[in-house]
Nanobody, 128 residues
Framework: QVQLVESGGGSAQAGGSLRLSCVAS????????MGWFRQAPGKEREGIAA???????TYADSVEGRFTISKDDAKNTLYLQMDSLKPEDTAMYYC??????????????????????WGQGTQVTVSS
């Protein structure tokens, strides 16, 4: 059973910051690829940040330069630091994890593509 527990959502003013956290089991954290997604009302879910097992990070154009994805190996935790928030960042944010595409190279799926397992989501609301 893959469990992903997000926290850190809430309300912020435009220009402010929030940090989301996603705690996973040790097995999930070590073995799977992880990323952050969001879904605004009336819109499709979009991938916004991915963290590859090689340490490379990928961002959607909409958050590039403002959001930072990172990992804390000691805490089995994936983070999303969100700075310079905009009202259009208002959405439900999800942590997701999925198996590697190659067990030998531990290569991850295409960055920002949907993953197999999802957390329950955490709401972020940004006011102008």
């Amino acid at each position: 059973q893959v469990q992903l527990v997000e926290s850190g959502g809430g309300s912020a003013q435009a220009g402010g910051s929030l940090r989301l956290s996603c705690v996973a089991s040790r097995y999930t954290y070590d073995s799977y690829c992880m990323g952050w997604f969001r879904q605004a009302p009336g819109k499709e879910r979009e991938g916004i940040a991915a963290h590859g097992n090689d340490g490379r990070t990928t961002y959607a154009d909409s958050v590039e330069g403002r959001f930072t994805i990172s990992k804390d190996d000691a805490k089995n935790t994936l983070y999303l630091q969100m700075d310079s928030l905009k009202p259009e960042d208002t959405a439900m944010y999800y942590c997701a994890a999925g198996p590697v595409t190659n067990i030998f190279t531990r290569e991850c799926p295409t960055p920002l593509a949907p993953l197999k397992y999802w957390g329950q989501g955490t709401q972020v609301t940004v006011s102008s």
